[in-house]
């Protein structure tokens, strides 16, 4: 996907476009070096009592901006807000209290507005189009606007529906996704340079996959195509409801479903009220995101708080779960879907099965089997260290682990922080939507219940794919036994190759352990002579400065540039 330079954005409004990206990548670059000089310059130096005594107070200031600069700009900054807000178990309350409520306060574009457009992707007026349609928003989205609608006679006859919902694009919006992503792009440039993240991620590549995802999710016949193929993956499933597309009025720009609108999944009050327990809901839903996730491997990726009902169901109705359970998840909102590749699944079902059965070991080879490890990585220490982790906080729930003794954590820290940083650790391409998913759906099982421990869902399940995953034994053994035999037909033929190798001389041999410690010599080298050069012009400016204080100053200046590279150079890809 090539970049959008933000002033070909569009023709009209060029300025307004290049002063959105430049606003973007200011907040971006000075967040960016606020963080570096508390987080990693100030505990270099020794000061991280520093960076600890002030942290609070930052991330409430750093949140309070950006919900501002959210609401203000819209777009794609709303979706990265969300994201944010959703993540009640990793980021602290100072940022998810402050961001929670960019779920619902984006602001709404005048209706006028709204039926230019709709009118125009249709063909028709509006007042042919539908019996009625209400001009107060039902909600306000980052890319798009819905209004609830009665549906003309005609149109209501042939589907069945009368209340709908007609989801209309934010005008412009488009262009505004392109300026979002090109300054996304920038910034993802910027963070692939600082090697802490650059040998983590591919950075690019991740920006490159959410500006996929976020011009599939400004295509509305994408989105009613989507929501289709999710209701045909939980026909019969009595958990789910999924809204009907009206396919005569959705066009590219404008969708209109199936009114389903119900109870907010994380209205707890109103939840009660109506007799639910939302502490019933959070694990049914967990279970049926485990099912898209590790089972189906088509999933919704952005499965906050606004893109989820509860909604009632007389217990006698065929709809109910059960007679204590008369309620299902209704799903809306199927822009932003995620697709698991089948070995990719395998994979995480691995990964699920060892976390439930607290195997250190088998946690590490599932790691390695979805490429969050490469295959070439020495991990007996990282085993030992889940082996560890597991022994002393496995099973606990997010609220138990808040209440363990901090310190316990910097011993662990303290013990392994070492061995997992030195890994090879890599977040793959398509991880990106499978981790907001998780997160949001950790998010909002929180909301639902503060005591909500993910074990209790994930442990039941991975045992029935432990259960699935023995059942197909019989299935693995004679694939493995194809391709043994398979190695075996080849074995000679590679035996004579490499023997020839050997007698012309060709065969290089390669020691990458031998030549990572000799490039770390060489920079510990080069390191070593900044640090000397520095101390030299330091002292001759302070020692001449008393004779001629300009020249003397301007040494003690310039000698800063050799301690920044002393102290730094390590930092950057090479």
């Given at each position: 996907?090539?970049?959008?330079r933000?002033?070909?954005?569009?023709?009209?409004?060029?300025?307004?476009?290049?002063?959105?990206?430049?606003?973007?990548?200011r907040?971006?670059?000075?967040?960016?070096?606020?963080?570096?000089?508390?987080e990693?310059?100030?505990?270099?130096?020794?000061?991280?009592?520093?960076a600890?005594r002030?942290?609070s107070?930052?991330m409430r200031?750093?949140a309070?901006?950006?919900?501002?600069?959210a609401v203000?700009l819209?777009?794609?900054?709303?979706k990265?807000?969300?994201?944010?807000?959703?993540?009640l178990?990793?980021?602290?309350?100072?940022i998810?209290t402050?961001?929670e409520?960019?779920?619902?306060e984006?602001?709404?574009?005048?209706?006028?507005?709204?039926?230019?457009l709709?009118?125009?992707?249709?063909g028709?007026p509006?007042?042919?189009?539908?019996?009625?349609?209400?001009e107060?928003?039902?909600a306000?989205?980052?890319?798009?606007?819905?209004?609830?609608?009665?549906?003309a006679?005609?149109?209501?006859a042939?589907?069945?529906?009368?209340?709908?919902?007609?989801?209309?694009?934010?005008p412009?919006?488009g262009?505004?996704?392109?300026?979002d992503?090109?300054?996304l792009?920038?910034?993802?440039?910027?963070?692939?340079?600082v090697?802490?993240?650059?040998?983590?991620?591919d950075?690019?590549?991740?920006?490159?996959?959410?500006a996929?995802?976020?011009?599939?999710e400004?295509?509305?016949?994408?989105?009613?195509?989507?929501?289709?193929?999710f209701?045909?993956?939980?026909?019969?499933?009595?958990r789910?409801?999924?809204?009907?597309?009206?396919?005569e009025?959705?066009?590219?720009?404008?969708?209109?479903?199936?009114?389903?609108t119900?109870?907010?999944?994380?209205?707890?009050?109103?939840l009660?009220?109506?007799?639910?327990?939302?502490?019933?809901?959070?694990?049914?839903?967990?279970?049926?995101?485990?099912?898209?996730?590790?089972t189906?491997?088509f999933?919704?990726?952005?499965?906050?708080?606004?893109n989820?009902?509860v909604?009632?169901?007389?217990?006698?109705?065929?709809?109910?779960?059960?007679?204590?359970?008369?309620?299902?998840?209704?799903?809306?909102?199927?822009?932003?879907m995620g697709?698991?590749?089948?070995?990719?699944r395998?994979?995480?079902r691995?990964?699920?099965?060892?976390?439930?059965?607290?195997?250190?070991r088998?946690?590490?080879?599932a790691?390695?089997?979805?490429?969050?490890?490469?295959?070439?990585a020495?991990?007996?220490?990282?085993?030992?260290?889940?082996?560890?982790?597991?022994?002393?906080?496995?099973g606990?729930?997010?609220a138990?682990?808040?209440e363990?003794?901090?310190?316990?954590?910097?011993?662990?820290?303290a013990?392994?922080?070492?061995?997992?940083?030195?890994?090879?650790?890599?977040l793959?391409?398509?991880?990106?939507?499978?981790?907001?998913?998780?997160?949001l759906t950790?998010?909002?099982?929180?909301?639902?219940?503060?005591?909500f421990?993910?074990w209790?869902?994930?442990?039941p399940?991975?045992?029935?794919?432990l259960?699935?995953?023995?059942?197909?034994?019989v299935?693995?053994?004679?694939?493995?036994?194809?391709?043994?035999?398979?190695?075996?037909?080849?074995?000679?033929?590679?035996?004579?190759?490499?023997?020839?190798?050997?007698?012309?001389?060709?065969?290089e041999?390669?020691?990458?352990?031998?030549e990572?410690?000799v490039?770390?010599l060489?920079?510990?080298?080069r390191?070593?002579?900044?640090?000397?050069?520095?101390?030299a012009l330091?002292?001759?400016?302070?020692?001449?400065r008393?004779g001629?204080?300009?020249?003397g100053?301007v040494?003690?200046?310039?000698?800063v540039?050799p301690l920044?590279?002393?102290?730094?150079?390590?930092?950057?890809?090479?």
């Amino acid at each position: 996907m090539s970049s959008v330079r933000p002033d070909r954005a569009g023709t009209q409004g060029a300025g307004s476009t290049r002063a959105r990206y430049r606003r973007i990548l200011r907040f971006a670059g000075w967040n960016l070096a606020v963080t570096w000089w508390y987080e990693l310059f100030l505990p270099r130096i020794g000061l991280q009592n520093v960076a600890e005594r002030t942290r609070s107070k930052r991330m409430r200031r750093f949140a309070q901006r950006f919900h501002g600069l959210a609401v203000e700009l819209g777009g794609l900054m709303i979706k990265v807000g969300q994201f944010m807000s959703s993540r009640l178990d990793v980021l602290p309350p100072e940022i998810t209290t402050e961001l929670e409520g960019l779920q619902d306060e984006v602001p709404p574009v005048p209706f006028a507005a709204i039926r230019a457009l709709a009118e125009a992707e249709l063909g028709i007026p509006l007042g042919r189009a539908f019996a009625q349609v209400d001009e107060t928003p039902v909600a306000a989205a980052s890319l798009g606007q819905a209004h609830r609608a009665r549906l003309a006679p005609t149109d209501a006859a042939d589907t069945g529906l009368d209340g709908v919902v007609i989801k209309v694009q934010r005008p412009g919006i488009g262009a505004i996704v392109d300026v979002d992503l090109a300054a996304l792009r920038k910034v993802g440039g910027w963070l692939s340079r600082v090697r802490l993240v650059s040998d983590r991620v591919d950075m690019p590549a991740l920006v490159e996959e959410f500006a996929h995802t976020s011009l599939e999710e400004i295509d509305y016949l994408h989105e009613a195509e989507n929501a289709e193929r999710f209701a045909e993956q939980f026909a019969g499933d009595a958990r789910v409801a999924v809204p009907e597309v009206v396919w005569e009025r959705t066009t590219r720009r404008v969708l209109t479903l199936e009114d389903v609108t119900a109870i907010k999944i994380t209205d707890t009050a109103s939840l009660e009220a109506a007799g639910i327990d939302p502490a019933q809901v959070a694990p049914v839903f967990a279970s049926v995101m485990f099912d898209q996730l590790f089972t189906n491997g088509f999933f919704h990726a952005d499965p906050h708080p606004g893109n989820i009902f509860v909604t009632p169901v007389a217990p006698s109705a065929p709809g109910a779960i059960a007679a204590e359970h008369p309620w299902k998840l209704t799903f809306i909102d199927f822009g932003m879907m995620g697709e698991v590749p089948a070995t990719t699944r395998s994979g995480l079902r691995k990964l699920l099965i060892a976390a439930a059965s607290r195997d250190g070991r088998g946690l590490v080879d599932a790691m390695r089997d979805v490429g969050v490890l490469l295959p070439t990585a020495e991990t007996t220490e990282l085993e030992k260290a889940m082996t560890h982790l597991f022994a002393r906080f496995g099973g606990m729930g997010f609220a138990e682990l808040r209440e363990v003794d901090p310190r316990e954590f910097r011993d662990f820290a303290a013990q392994f922080g070492d061995v997992v940083r030195s890994l090879p650790f890599q977040l793959p391409e398509n991880f990106l939507l499978i981790i907001r998913a998780m997160s949001l759906t950790s998010g909002v099982c929180s909301a639902l219940d503060p005591q909500f421990n993910l074990w209790d869902s994930v442990e039941p399940y991975a045992a029935q794919l432990l259960r699935d995953e023995r059942g197909n034994v019989v299935q693995d053994i004679a694939k493995q036994a194809v391709e043994i035999a398979g190695i075996a037909l080849r074995l000679p033929k590679r035996v004579d190759a490499l023997l020839d190798r050997v007698e012309d001389g060709t065969v290089e041999v390669r020691s990458p352990r031998l030549e990572q410690r000799v490039a770390a010599l060489d920079r510990t080298a080069r390191r070593l002579i900044s640090a000397v050069l520095f101390g030299a012009l330091l002292i001759a400016g302070a020692v001449l400065r008393a004779g001629d204080a300009v020249f003397g100053t301007v040494l003690m200046a310039v000698s800063v540039l050799p301690l920044l590279h002393a102290l730094f150079s390590g930092w950057r890809r090479r």
